[in-house]
């Protein structure tokens, strides 16, 4: 397949980028941690999706070059954000499953933030819930040598997939992302407001950091604060950003 051997070449010839979109704290206003994201510009100048070229990453097992180097790329990024005046951001990292079940993973992790001066909570490891469904016993003993060694780990686009609840309360997770599908209705119809208040006071009696994804308009984001929602992620506060309009954004003064 072409674009599989394109796909190849494109981390040598440094066709792939992060793009980085805030997570704003509405206790404070500022900034509580940023999600990076992968972009592929090919040579001619087209953006190839992630959804198209993970996946073939996650079938060629290219997967673990590629999060590789985003992961070191990311901390370098948040390492250069915390000097310029963040000292307390985190950045969150997507994982597909050939990455995350690598034995060698929370080793080589400790040993990327310790060479960028972070701490291990600063880094935040996505994990979606199909991701665990399918292999869960490997896992949640991952998740657990992770947390271990203090490093956070999200479940992304929670209540988009058919984890189990009951699975919920024996996850070492930390921090809980809700899909923005529970977002999209807000301020339509009562029972998306009933749903979405329900699943947040499901994470935080479960003691998790809860983020709510996907808020596009003043009226979700109304909706979002009146369920609790302090964790914000949407077009409507920041598109993701390439690190200098990143920059520029939170640290305007700088
Ligand atoms: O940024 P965008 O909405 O186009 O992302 C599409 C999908 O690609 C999302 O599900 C996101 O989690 C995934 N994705 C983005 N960046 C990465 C990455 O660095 N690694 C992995 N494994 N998935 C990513
Ligand atoms: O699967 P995951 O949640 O990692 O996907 C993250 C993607 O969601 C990002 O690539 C980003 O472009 C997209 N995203 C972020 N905020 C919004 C939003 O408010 N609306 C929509 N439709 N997509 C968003
Ligand atoms: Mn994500
Ligand atoms: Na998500």
């Not at 909570?121 to 399918?134: A, D, P």
């Not at 869960?136 to 609840?165: N, T, Y």
């Not at 599908?181 to 807000?186: D, E, I, K, T």
Request: glycine share 8%; aromatic share 4%.
């Amino acid at each position: 397949l072409q674009m599989a051997q394109d796909l190849h070449q494109a981390l040598r010839r440094q066709e792939l980028f992060l793009v980085y979109q805030p997570i704003f704290d509405l206790a404070h206003g500022g900034a509580h941690a940023i999600e990076a994201l992968i972009r592929w510009r090919r040579p001619d100048g087209q953006l190839v999706p992630p959804d198209v070229f993970i996946a073939l990453a996650e079938e060629t097992h290219l997967i673990v070059q590629i999060g590789q180097w985003v992961v070191a790329q990311a901390c370098r990024d948040l390492a250069s954000l915390c000097a310029a005046g963040l000292p307390d951001l985190k950045v969150h990292v997507n994982m597909a499953a050939p990455e995350f079940t690598r034995e060698a993973l929370p080793q080589e992790l400790t040993t990327l933030v310790q060479a960028h001066g972070l701490r291990p909570e600063q880094l935040s490891l996505e994990l979606t819930e199909s991701l665990l469904m399918k292999q869960p016993e490997q896992v949640m003993a991952v998740m657990a040598r992770l947390r271990q060694r203090g490093f956070d780990i999200s479940l992304d686009d929670f209540g988009k997939g058919h984890s189990a609840l009951s699975l919920l309360k024996d996850l070492p997770i930390s921090t809980l992302k809700i899909d923005r599908a529970f977002v999209r209705g807000l301020g339509q119809r009562d029972s998306e407001r009933a749903i979405l208040a329900t699943i947040m006071d499901l994470g935080r009696h479960l003691g998790l950091q809860v983020i709510t994804e996907g808020v596009e308009t003043d009226t979700q984001l109304a909706c979002v604060r009146g369920c609790g929602g302090q964790l914000i992620q949407g077009f409507l506060l920041s598109r993701p950003l390439p690190l200098d309009a990143l920059r520029q954004r939170l640290l305007p003064d700088a």
